[in-house]
Structures are given as C-alpha cells and as structure tokens.
C-alpha cells in the first residue's frame, strides 16, 4: 500500500468518449483502486458543530461557509485569526488547510459538489476555496480548489474566494514541500500568526526522498516506483494512447507499470518550486509540462485529470484530443 496516497473515490471506468466500460483491463484508475482504506464512517460528528475525518484525522466545521461570501486570502487568514480568539466552535488552533490538506475531501467521481456522498457538510460552494499554500511560480498567488469539480488552481490573493478553516494534525497526508511564508505582496515574512504552515508528517527529510534504482526512481515517502524517465514514449499521447503505451511496457513481464491515478501524480509535486515542481533530485531529467492521469473526471466521464508540472495545477483535459505526457509508475518492492 503507498503511504500517503489517499484514494481518490473512482469506482468506474470510461472510456475516451465517456462511454461506461469494464474496469477489468483498462487500466484506468479505478481498476486499481490504489490508496490507503477508506473508514466506514468516514466522517463523524465530533460536538459542537464539527466534523471529524476519520481518513486523515482533520478536524472541519461542519457548516463548509463560514464566511457567508468570498473573501481575499489575507482577509481569510484574518478571519480563522479571530476565530481563534473567539475559540470558535470551541477550538483555538484553527488555520487555513495547506493544498494537501483541502484536496484530501474532494471525491472524484463526483461533481457539484465534488465531496463524498453523503458527506456531513452543509452549505458547500461549488465555487473556489482558498488553501495556505502560496504559489512558488507567483508567491503574491496561492492555491485553490474549485469543489464543483476538483481542480486546482492559482489565484491572486487580492482576488476573492471562500475558506474552510481547519484544525489538528493529520500523519496521512504528505507535506507540502513548502517551508517559507510569504504574503499578499509575495514578500517573505515570519511563519507565526496567520501565516503559520501545517506541521507536516513526513518522517524523512524531504529534499532526499527519492533515489535512483536500478528499476526507476524509487520515493521513500510514498514507496511508489517512478519510471526511470519522465517522458515515456518520447512523445506526447491522447489518453487512450496513454493507456496502451503502459499495457505495452508491461508485456515485458517485469515489472507491474500503472498510469499513474490523479493523487499519485499530485504527490511528486514540491510546492516550494517550479518549472517544474519537483525535487532538486529531478534536476537535469527531461520533464513535460503537462502529464496525463489515469483518472476520469466526475464532471465530464470524457475528460480525464491531469497535473500541470510546470506549475504543480491539477486540471483536466480531453481525452480524445489533447495530448499529453506520460509517466508510468508502480509500487516499490519493499
């Protein structure tokens, strides 16, 4: 099982025109199913009017619109920052959910919104919600969710959009990478007050969690096995292209290769770089802007998610026309 790769709620397969087909075979991601079990519940009603995630161990307010309307990212900080004065809903240690943390909900079969049936929530936005994670592309930028569909995205934070504040920590999802706060302005300043970071679960220094093996590039955080070379096939494929490309590395016989899911392919990102957003391990690889993943979205069954390496945005494309890169992945033999 890789650790710190939370599934991603596919339960289906499609096909490139978003045709319902057999998961057997396809190797799509819902076929594989990879990610840590899913609790029954998942989701509990912790008093006072919040709910705790059984998955990640995170604490939310159960109303998902505190603010009643959107607001820019420091206003939002300035607001879980009076909320902790007030104890609000009886919690002191409330912050704004790293990109990681906020992408943790999002059930990607679903749409409008895209959170797990039946979920406790009420009064979610099918809009954008802030995360504390600033962009290191554009640092006066900080990521966003759009929880119509899932997507993640940059915005600049005098624009408006809204919060889900969240408190306590979670050792299931994987840290950001991100060790400076910066502000509005995209000028560094003292992580205390409302611009501290998550704490972080790794149990390994991050900028030395992946080796080189004779098989790929072996990650220690999330014990999943990259292919040697970021760009297989030397080309960029429709989606179904893709697929086959890995079902014809497999017929080798030697290793278990998969198109990465959605949630495996965000895990390589390092929030604190860019162009591309990986780890200084990556430095000289032959790296794509643009990767497919083997994830359908919920939003339309003939688009798939992608993650925008350059960058570290996940969006989505269309399977039957756009074409992007490839890079297979498998479990680690550990």
């Known amino acids: 099982m890789s650790r710190y790769i939370l599934k991603t709620g596919l339960k289906s397969c499609f096909d490139a025109y978003g045709r319902e087909v057999s998961c057997s075979g396809s190797g799509q991601d819902a076929e594989y199913g990879v990610g840590r079990e899913i609790p029954r519940p998942r989701f509990v009603h912790a008093g006072q009017g919040t709910v705790r995630d059984e998955y990640t161990r995170l604490l939310w307010p159960a109303d998902a619109d505190v603010s009643d309307f959107p607001l820019s990212w420091t206003e939002s900080l300035q607001m879980i920052e009076s909320f902790n004065r007030e104890e609000y809903l009886g919690r002191s240690d409330w912050r704004m959910p790293d990109r990681r943390e906020l992408r943790s909900l999002i059930d990607h079969q679903q749409r409008m919104p895209a959170l797990p049936r039946n979920s406790p929530f009420n009064a979610i936005r099918e809009s ?114 893709a697929l086959d490309a890995v079902s014809y590395l497999n017929s080798s016989g030697k290793e278990s290769w998969r198109m990465p899911n ?73």
């Open 128 to 241: 954008w919600y802030w995360t504390g994670t600033s962009s290191a592309m554009f640092p006066d930028y900080a990521w966003y969710i759009h929880f119509a569909g899932g997507r993640m995205f940059w915005g600049r934070k005098d624009q408006q959009a809204f919060c889900r504040p969240v408190c306590g920590g979670s050792d299931r999802i994987l840290a950001t990478g991100q060790k400076a706060c910066v502000d509005d302005k995209g000028r560094e300043v003292d992580c205390s007050g409302i611009y501290s970071l998550a704490d972080g679960s790794d149990p390994a220094d991050w900028d030395s969690r992946f080796r080189k093996t004779p098989l790929g590039i072996e990650d220690g955080l999330t014990g999943l096995l990259w292919y040697a070379r970021p760009f297989y096939g030397g080309r960029e494929m429709k989606w179904q292209e």
């Open 262 to 334: 959605i949630n495996e392919l965000e895990s390589l990102v390092d929030c604190s770089r860019h162009s591309p957003a990986l780890p200084s391990d990556f430095s000289g690889q032959e790296v794509r802007e643009v990767y497919w993943s083997s994830s359908t979205s919920g939003f339309e069954f003939d688009w798939a998610f992608a993650l925008y390496l350059y960058k570290g945005a996940v969006g989505v494309g269309h399977k039957a026309t756009a074409e992007y890169a490839l890079w297979p992945v498998a479990d680690a033999k550990v």
